[in-house]
């Protein structure tokens, strides 16, 4: 596994060789989320180890999990996020490139965070509340960098959030006025729980998990992927797929033979 370091500074006086001009450090950010590890050290890396553009350290009971998303002139990391994966929270440092915006480029590690989040998801106990304030913080910088799309998008987590206050509230209700039920209801609330995980489960693929089942597939198949296998395989309509296969070569995450 790959170790997860910034790159360093040039030494005072070193001269750039071929005269080219020695790029600006990149400056460091970061956020945190407490969460409780609830699975072993082994499953976790062993999730993130099939994301092929993914490196990874383990230091203790510490998994690191690095994305580098650009290199420098001497092929050291640039761009990039670290993902550290602690007992008692989760953090993330990044860094952003002088030319960039310090603002755009936190939404742009917190949707990474949030797609990785989902890969780990009964891995960690974590608190809703928390990741609601965490977008929130950064729901005033959006307004500079969204286009129509998003503002229906952002219209949408409104609503849901909405529901989600009110839903929050009811089973606060329905939890104190069930404190007298019996041992049955108790069983077929657990019930209710179950089939709601299992329903879950057979809805249709996230662009994520879409994109992660096409690596798997081109790791199982020495880089080959036949469309129409993996279509049927997944159930999921072969014009998707293709979609997906040239988001994923567009961003640099796979390459196509010549």
């Keep these: ?85 602690m007992p008692s929270r989760i953090e993330v440092v990044y860094t952003c490139l002088a030319n960039t915006s310090p603002k ?23 608190d809703m509340k928390q990741v609601y304030q965490l977008l929130e913080s950064s729901l005033a910088d959006m307004n500079e960098y969204v286009s129509s799309d998003y503002d229906r998008l952002f219209s949408v987590y409104d609503s849901l959030r909405s529901d989600h206050a009110s839903l929050a509230k009811k089973v606060k209700d329905l939890t104190e006025s069930a404190s007298n039920l019996s041992k049955e209801n108790y069983d077929l609330k657990n019930r209710n729980d179950e089939l709601s995980v299992r ?26 992927i036949n469309i129409s296998d993996f279509s049927k395989v997944y159930n999921v309509p072969e014009n998707r797929v293709e979609q997906m296969l040239n988001k994923l070569v567009t961003e640099g995450y796979l390459e196509t033979k010549g």
Aim: one cysteine or more; proline letters at 5%; charged letters at 25%.
């Design 104 to 126: 755009k480029r936190r939404l742009e590690v917190l949707r990474h965070f949030l797609n990785m989040l989902t890969i780990a998801d009964d891995c960690y106990s974590v």
């Design 199 to 224: 329903l879950k489960g057979l809805e249709t693929l996230s662009d994520t998990v879409l994109s992660l089942k096409i690596q798997e597939w081109l790791a199982e198949h020495k880089g080959e």
């Design 1 to 85: 596994m790959a170790d997860a370091q910034a790159p360093k500074a040039p030494p005072a006086g070193a001269k750039a060789q071929g005269q080219q001009p020695i790029p600006a450090i990149p400056t460091v950010g970061g956020f945190r989320l407490l969460a409780e590890r609830t699975r072993g050290m082994a499953e976790l890396s062993q999730r993130y180890s099939q994301v092929s553009f993914l490196e990874m350290t383990q230091d203790k009971d510490t998994l690191s999990v690095l994305n580098v998303e650009s290199r420098d002139l001497r092929k050291d990391p640039a761009l990039f996020s670290i993902i550290k994966f």
